[in-house]
């Protein structure tokens, strides 16, 4: 058996909860979903105070669709004390964004993300002109977009309308990992997948595409988070020549708290490939030139060229953030599975967030 085969047949499968039968975090990397990100079963040093509950507790859905046409996102997030939600579309042939939308508001039912990161999940934002939601039944094997941007919200003569699907069932199996926060945090939970197959139509930028045939993935993330909090992040979901779905997922300087505790992976068809720490290297002045990421296994070694950047800066004083979102395509190596596998254009996103909340 190689190396990558081993280190996926050790993967264990995810826990029923977050907390041990003694209140402590199940530290850990695991393959499949966590039934719900239950929190408050976590006990003596792990269990925060109200106020950490109210200021500390983050939570965020993001999910990712393209085809060789278009590549498509939404996010909403959940600050305790502040919502906000974002959408932007952008054409990967003529290399242009086709709309990238924002908004502001309060968490509770006009802006939630639930407990449930797989089955049952529901994750809306609501708003004048513009609603867009992810959701998926307890016993549903798709989860179910829907995006309606209005003209007035977009400022533009085209509303965004994106109503999807992405299917779960002959997919590989989710990431899921519990990580100790550093610093002033306590727990962190992400489950992320990729290489799920799509389906549904997308208008954006006066022009229609089909996203049947395309590949998404998504990134649910709870936790008690530092109140300094930075990260680079990449994710991708395409195909390879040969047609295979393909998914990827990198971090650096986050959920890095405890060995067992890796979110970096590959999907590739139906199997998940935990591979090393991640390392990137870009230029955070000039976020549209070339970026290269690298793991310490040797697994990855790509690089990514941005089409557009989505950005987000806020000084609200007590509040202050910076984050910056290329979209582009991933090339290079994957070694995974036994194999050497060679990605050209497969679409994607980095991130470099820096946030004080």
Not at 29 to 42: A, F, K, M, N, W
Not at 206 to 224: A, K, N, S
Not at 227 to 253: I, M, Q, S, Y
Request: charged share 25%; glycine share 12%; proline share 6%.
């Amino acid at each position: 058996m190689t190396l990558e085969r081993e280190r996926e047949a050790l993967l264990p499968f995810a826990p029923n909860s977050v907390a041990s039968t003694a209140g402590e975090p199940r530290f850990g990397t695991y393959q499949g979903e966590l039934p719900e990100v239950d929190l408050p079963r976590l006990l003596g040093k792990w269990a925060p105070g109200r106020a950490t509950r109210l200021l500390k507790r983050k939570r965020w859905h993001y999910t990712f669709v393209a085809t060789q046409e278009v590549a498509a996102l939404f996010a909403v997030v959940d600050l305790g004390y502040t919502a906000n939600a974002f959408a932007v579309a952008v054409d990967l042939q003529e290399k242009k964004p086709l709309c990238d939308v924002s908004f502001l508001g309060v968490p509770g039912p006009l802006a939630e993300v639930s407990d449930k990161p797989g089955a049952g999940l529901v994750a809306a934002f609501r708003t004048l002109g513009g609603r867009m939601s992810v959701k998926r039944g307890e016993s549903d094997e798709r989860y179910q977009v829907e995006v309606d941007v209005s003209r007035m919200r977009t400022q533009s003569l085209q509303s965004f309308q994106w109503n999807g699907e992405l299917l779960v069932a002959g997919g590989p199996p989710a990431l899921t990992v519990i990580a100790p926060v550093e610093g002033d945090g306590l727990v962190n939970v992400t489950q992320k997948r990729s290489g799920l197959l799509a389906f549904g139509s997308l208008e954006a930028g006066g022009r229609r595409f089909r996203l049947d045939g395309g590949v998404g993935g998504m990134d649910y993330t709870q936790g008690y988070l530092a109140r300094h909090t930075a990260w680079r992040w990449a994710f991708a979901a395409g195909r390879l020549p040969d047609g295979t779905p393909v998914g990827l997922n990198l971090v650096e300087g986050f959920n890095e708290g405890a060995t067992e505790a890796n979110e970096n992976a590959v999907w590739l068809g139906d199997r998940l490939y935990p591979v090393g720490r991640a390392r990137f290297e870009y230029d955070a002045k000039e976020l549209l030139d070339p970026w290269r990421l690298t793991t310490d296994d040797g697994a990855v070694d790509l690089r990514f060229k941005p089409i557009y950047v989505h950005r987000e800066e806020r000084n609200l004083r007590l509040v202050v953030s910076h984050f910056a979102q290329p979209v582009g395509f991933f090339e290079g190596t994957l070694r995974v599975g036994g194999q050497e596998l060679k990605l050209s254009n497969v679409p994607g996103v980095t991130e470099d967030q820096d946030m004080l909340w």
